[in-house]
């Protein structure tokens, strides 16, 4: 096997470690007795439950989370396609995640985290699954699904598109 697909390996299964270790400790910590979900938990700020794609066109779709700031801070932002992690769904690169960004909150007690899902060209294949944005701390977690609605070809030369499924307005907790 070549080194590239070992490191991959290990980097995929380090981050499932970690997913999972996050996961066991968010159980652990973040048990609301009134029941319902902590109002610490960290919450994806989104609109759309899909995203319009273009055939052959390239494609971004962005996933905005809030999370309450901590002292150590721990938080993970990832995406998903069908359940599994996206290098693993995708071994060719086509579709790939972006860097972790931070945005600037309106409220000092908060982090708002963003990772963008990058497609370099939708495939007919793309619109049967399901997308997942994860994101997760110590206090808990929550994922969003959206799924790719095939839109007719433009007829403009516009090779790319960011899909607006992300919330530009920020609450505050």
């Not at 007795?33 to 902590?38: L, T, Y």
């Not at 790939?96 to 708002?112: F, H, L």
């Not at 007829?155 to 992300?166: E, F, G, H, I, Y």
């Amino acid at each position: 096997m070549p080194s590239t697909d070992l490191s991959q390996m290990a980097l995929g299964s380090r981050f499932h470690f970690l997913s999972l270790l996050l996961l066991c400790v968010s159980a652990l910590c973040a048990s609301n007795p009134e029941g319902g979900a902590s109002k610490r938990e960290p919450k994806i700020i989104e609109t759309n439950k899909t995203a319009d794609a273009e055939l052959d066109k390239a494609l971004t779709i962005n996933c905005t989370a809030q999370f309450r700031k901590r002292k150590l801070p721990f938080q993970l932002i990832y995406w998903l396609a069908n359940g599994t992690f996206v290098e693993n769904q995708y071994p060719d690169g086509r579709v790939t995640e972006g860097k972790v960004q931070e945005r600037k909150p309106k409220s000092d007690k908060i982090i708002i985290l963003q990772r963008a899902l990058h497609f370099k060209s939708v495939k007919e294949t793309d619109y049967d699954l399901t997308f997942i944005c994860v994101v997760q701390d110590p206090s808990g977690f929550d994922k969003k699904e959206i799924r790719l609605r095939k839109i007719p070809p433009s007829t403009k030369d516009d090779k790319s598109k960011v899909a607006p499924d992300t919330a530009e307005k920020h609450p505050t907790p």
